[in-house]
Structure formats: structure tokens, C-alpha cells
């Protein structure tokens, strides 16, 4: 059973004139009428009663009828999912974060990808380096954003969007939250919450520990939204980067002697095929003036560099 039958098949039950349902088909009568005959030979049975001007359908046709139309609509729905998916409306962007991305960083790109593709459907992932990666192999997320990640997989593609410092974020109650700088040496009467999800958490707790500052281990805390949310409460302080509090009530304070900075990157698989809404995806997040998002005077205006793959 071919789907052309099925539309010849519904168009002389709408028109009972094999005449005019095959001019509403662009089709020669003799044609149609074979089709309809191959379509009766499969099904075993005439499907219409023929006249000279009116054609009536038979009980079998009757039967059919409701069955072919519904085939016939949900051909036309795949086709047309197919086309959305195809143009990139209908297909959801996955993507995946690491726990250290504050996701009010991605809302202007965002929000002109949906302006674009109004039916567009958007799945966010969060985990680890390890676990970013795992989605990228597998095809779970098309492009995710994260910290340096400590790999050597050669199909790995980075872009880097910009650099920041990291710093002190307190409340704004506290007692170090009148300054704007500090000495590291200051924070060795603090109770500094370590950032153990971070990508650079290891690079980090070594840079203090040389200076003799030890950090609080929070075993169960997993992002930094977690964290912010102890820091409102006054329970501690921690080292984060400057994008992390976003638009949180909280104090930044920089560090002297904390000699550490976190690249963002946006991470894809090479020479796997992208999404249009990806492909659009990647190139907003590459040409957005990032600046805007960091404090002054620490800006790396990274979108001007070309992507590199790590070593």
C-alpha cells in the first residue's frame, strides 16, 4: 500500500467522481483508477460502487475510510515534524553544565535562540568534568560549557568565551565585606567552604594550602548555588569565581597573592553534525561581548580568539 493511494483513494470519497478527485490530484483519471484498482486488489474488495457521474462507497470502503484518512493525517504530521526537526524548530538543544556555570550567563544567547526557533525545546544536563564528557561521547548534550577540563580525548573541541579571577564572596554583613582587597593571610580565620565540584578545585586547594589555608570539606554540596545559598546565611565564605554570584546580594573581595584564574569554555564533539539551533547557539555565545558580565578591569575578551583543542 503506497501513501499516493491512500490520497487518491481519499479524494474520490470526498468527490464520489473519480473525474474530479483525480483533477484535485493532478493526476490523469485512468491513473487514479488504477491506483484505486491496486489499492482494492491489496485490501480484497471494491471500495467504491462506480457510476457514470456519482460514485458511492461500498461497506468495505466505509470500513476503511476512517482508518485511511488517519493514515493519511499522520503521514502528513511525521512529514511535517520531520521538516521542524530538520530546520531545527522542533529538535530540543541539549545541553550540559558543569556545576561552577552560573546558567544567567546564557540568557541573551538564549533568549535570541528561542526568538529564532519559537519551538524550540531546551534540555539542560549539570554535572561534572567527568560527567560533561560522558554526555558529549554519548550524544546526550550537542555542546556543553565548564571550567578546564582534565582530558586528552582527541575529538574533544573547546572555544574559549572569557576569563575571570576568582574571589572571596561573603555577606555583606561581614566583617571582611567593608574592603575590596585582601591579603591571603586573611582568610586563615575564616571557616572557607571548599568548592569540591569545581573543575580547578584541586589546583585551587593546593594554591591555599602553600599559603597555609585549610577549607572547610562539604562532602554533600554539589553547586554553587547550594553554596551561595550558606553564604546569604552567613555560615562561610568561599572562593569563587567572579561570575558565580550573579545577581546575589553578596560582597566579592580580591585576593592578593591568589595567583588563579578560571577560563569558560564551550565544549563540542569534532566532526559530529549540529543542530541549526546548536550551530546558532555556538555562534552567539562566541561573538557576545562578555564584558558585561564580569566587574571592571578583569576582562578577557576571549570571543575575538579562535577555538583550540586541548593537548
Known amino acids: 500500500m503506497e501513501m499516493q493511494q491512500i490520497r487518491y483513494f481519499l479524494a474520490v470519497a470526498k468527490t464520489l467522481n473519480f473525474t474530479k478527485a483525480a483533477q484535485e490530484c493532478n493526476i490523469a483519471q485512468p491513473s487514479l483508477s488504477r491506483a484505486i484498482k491496486s489499492l482494492e486488489d491489496e485490501l480484497g474488495g471494491a471500495l467504491f460502487r462506480r457510476e457514470r457521474s456519482l460514485s458511492h462507497l461500498t461497506e468495505l470502503g466505509r470500513l476503511m475510510l476512517p482508518l485511511l484518512t488517519q493514515s493519511h493525517e499522520s503521514a502528513i504530521a511525521a512529514k511535517s515534524l520531520a521538516l521542524s526537526y530538520k530546520k531545527g524548530v522542533t529538535a530540543p538543544l541539549r545541553l550540559a553544565l558543569s556545576h561552577t556555570i552560573n546558567l544567567a550567563l546564557l540568557v541573551p544567547a538564549l533568549t535570541e535562540l528561542v526568538r529564532v526557533f519559537p519551538g524550540l525545546e531546551l534540555q539542560f544536563f549539570r554535572g561534572d568534568g567527568a560527567g560533561i564528557l560522558e554526555r558529549l ?133 569534532a566532526g559530529r553534525e549540529r543542530s541549526p539551533a546548536a550551530s546558532g547557539l555556538t555562534k552567539l555565545l562566541r561573538a557576545a561581548d562578555w564584558s558585561g558580565t564580569l566587574p571592571p578591569g578583569r576582562f578577557d575578551a576571549a570571543h575575538a580568539q579562535s577555538a583550540a583543542r586541548p593537548s
Open 137 to 269: 561521547k554519548s550524544g546526550d548534550a550537542e555542546l556543553a560549557l565548564a571550567g578546564p577540563l582534565d582530558v586528552s580525548w582527541e575529538r574533544l573541541d573547546r572555544a574559549l568565551l572569557f576569563r575571570e579571577n576568582y574571589q572571596l564572596v561573603v555577606n555583606k554583613s561581614h566583617a571582611l565585606a567593608r574592603r575590596n582587597r585582601i591579603g591571603i593571610g586573611d582568610l586563615k580565620e575564616q571557616r572557607l567552604i571548599c568548592r569540591g565540584y569545581c573543575e580547578q578545585a584541586a589546583e585551587l586547594a593546593a594554591a591555599l594550602e602553600a599559603s597555609g589555608i585549610k577549607q572547610v570539606s562539604s562532602p554533600g554540596l554539589l553547586a554553587d548555588e547550594d553554596l551561595l545559598s550558606l553564604i546569604e546565611a552567613n555560615l562561610g565564605v568561599a572562593i569563587m569565581p567572579q561570575t558565580a554570584r550573579g545577581g546575589r546580594s553578596l560582597h566579592g573581595i580580591a585576593v592578593d597573592e591568589l595567583a588563579i584564574e578560571r577560563a569558560v569554555f564551550l565544549y563540542s564533539v
